[in-house]
């Protein structure tokens, strides 16, 4: 008995290599289209070059069957002689759309960008300077705490021998446990080594041990017993307890996307346009899309090519010029007074290393021809109304939940808030891809109001000290990968945030 599953295969194998032979990518929205409609397959492909339409979409052929059925109403009509009485011409009043009337306020910091500014040359000194950089980075933030201002060099930990409250600031290098279930701390600073004591006694310390991560800046206060120092008290760089955070004067609004994956046969085109359409003000909650000025995107604008094996199985579009051209060609259709801002992320056509530049003007043509279009690079902090979005893509949140019990893929905003507690994006070193640039852009220095990421593909998020911390899901269906790891992605779901007051709607589409 053959599966119906695999005619179907077969039948969309098939339609697809009729437009590939003519040089036409079909969307897998576009197939079904095709099937549901029982289309003529010649009369599609004769009309797509007749138009120079090289991607057959859901929107082309909706125009495309609009067309056919006009033609049938005008053969079906008869001529008449009748002279048609002037209709009354009706004036429409035009509607007042608050953020087009609201003039922008679009600040993108330069000197959090990479792009242009990248010096990595991937030698050993240019590793050393990273770490030493991500040191004093973090050092100074930790000195800024009332109880870290008298930390010492390790190296003058000795002259303080016999003293209760010695402070020193260092980075972990290893964590081992002894045989008795003594915990330890190897770590380091510019000027020497030392063994941290964990006392077992002492249950916050030790939840803090389980907590901390190998290559993470700690501040720690304690005691010189010999050659071991015995904590009391560690301290992570976190937020500040009395963090402000900024609000805009006006209720404008800002829509957070990422991970778009256009060129996968799994993109949601036709939420993705609906979601397009409420932007016009054509769809349901109008009231919060009219107040959209901004939307900020972190990252996975497409779904790339040769970024994990047998990719090409899953692409609808195989062309990574062509997945930025479609891309544009859905952007267009937003209006042209709403801001958008693309980063990039690990399926985008940029260095895996982060900091990521922003994507080649030559590769994404079409999107720079867009006047409201803003290309970045990942990570960046992005000004709206003067309230301040670090957008970081999230790559690194794999091994951060890999590393971490309490975190989970089901909930990306737990593991960003431990972003924020270590106020760096990629905590661990080793797992993930970096670029050891002369400037350090992944250490969290100026505190954000608003901390955006996605890659997880669910949706997220929370309040952390004042700080919004939003994982704003995904445009693509499940993938055979997350099922076989049982994630569950939450996709067509668009956060949107009102920066007057912080509220967020999230909008299922």
């Not at 492909?45 to 909706?62: G, P, T």
């Not at 399926?347 to 290309?375: F, K, S, T």
């Not at 899901?473 to 997350?482: D, V």
Request: charged share 30%.
């Amino acid at each position: 008995m053959v599966s119906v599953y695999a005619t179907v295969d077969r039948d969309r194998g098939e339609i697809i290599k009729k437009f590939a032979d003519q040089g036409i990518v079909l969307t897998s929205h576009g197939f079904e289209r095709i099937v549901s409609h029982n289309l003529n397959l010649e009369e599609v492909i004769f009309a797509a070059k007749k138009k120079n339409v090289w991607l057959v979409a859901d929107e082309f052929l909706r125009e495309f069957i609009d067309e056919k059925n006009r033609e049938l109403e005008r053969e079906k009509a008869e001529i008449t002689e009748v002279e048609k009485l002037p209709k009354k011409v009706q004036v429409e009043r035009k509607k007042h759309i608050f953020a087009k009337e609201i003039d922008s306020e679009l600040k993108i910091h330069e000197e959090t960008d990479v792009t242009g500014k990248s010096t990595c040359e991937g030698l050993l000194e240019n590793f050393m300077d990273y770490f030493n950089q991500k040191y004093d980075s973090l050092r100074g933030i930790l000195k800024d705490r009332e109880n870290l201002k008298a930390a010492v060099p390790i190296k003058m930990v000795r002259k303080y021998m016999g003293e209760d409250n010695i402070h020193i600031i260092a980075m972990v290098s290893s964590k081992r446990e002894s045989k008795k279930g003594y915990r330890f701390l190897e770590v380091e600073d510019p000027t020497g080594e030392l063994t941290v004591l964990v006392p077992g006694n002492n249950r916050q310390l030790n939840q803090m041990y389980d907590n901390i991560l190998l290559d993470e800046v700690i501040g720690i206060s304690g005691r010189l017993n010999r050659d071991l120092f015995i904590a009391g008290e560690i301290y992570q760089p976190d937020l500040p307890i009395n963090n402000k955070t900024r609000s805009a004067d006006e209720p404008i609004h800002i829509a957070l996307l990422s991970d778009i994956h256009v060129g996968s046969y799994l993109f949601l085109e036709k939420e993705f346009n609906r979601f397009i359409d409420c932007l016009n003000l054509k769809g349901n909650n109008s009231e919060i899309f009219e107040k959209v000025k901004y939307i900020l995107v972190a990252g996975d604008l497409v779904d790339g090519i040769g970024i994990y094996p047998n990719q090409e199985k899953e692409l609808s579009i195989p062309d990574i010029y062509k997945q930025y051209d479609f891309l544009a060609s859905l952007l267009e259709k937003v209006p042209d007074y709403i801001e958008i801002v693309l980063a990039m992320g690990n399926h985008d056509a940029v260095r895996n290393a982060e900091p990521q530049p922003r994507l080649d003007r030559d590769v994404g043509a079409p999107l720079y021809d867009l006047p409201n279009v803003h290309m970045v690079g990942n990570p960046v902090m992005v000004s709206t109304h003067g309230v301040k979005t670090l957008m970081y893509h999230g790559t690194s949140l794999d091994t951060m939940i890999g590393n971490l019990s309490s975190c989970t893929y089901s909930r990306p905003e737990t593991t960003m808030i431990e972003y924020l507690k270590r106020r760096y994006l990629i905590p661990v070193y080793g797992n993930d891809y970096i670029s050891p640039e002369k400037k350090d852009y992944l250490t969290i220095k100026e505190i954000p109001d608003i901390f955006h990421s996605g890659h997880i593909h669910t949706n997220g998020y929370a309040n952390y000290k004042g700080v919004k911390v939003i994982n704003s899901g995904t445009w693509q269906a499940r993938t055979r990968y997350q099922e076989e790891l049982g994630h569950l992605p939450t996709p067509g779901r668009v956060p949107i945030m009102n920066l007057q007051n912080h509220e967020v709607s999230v909008i299922h589409f």
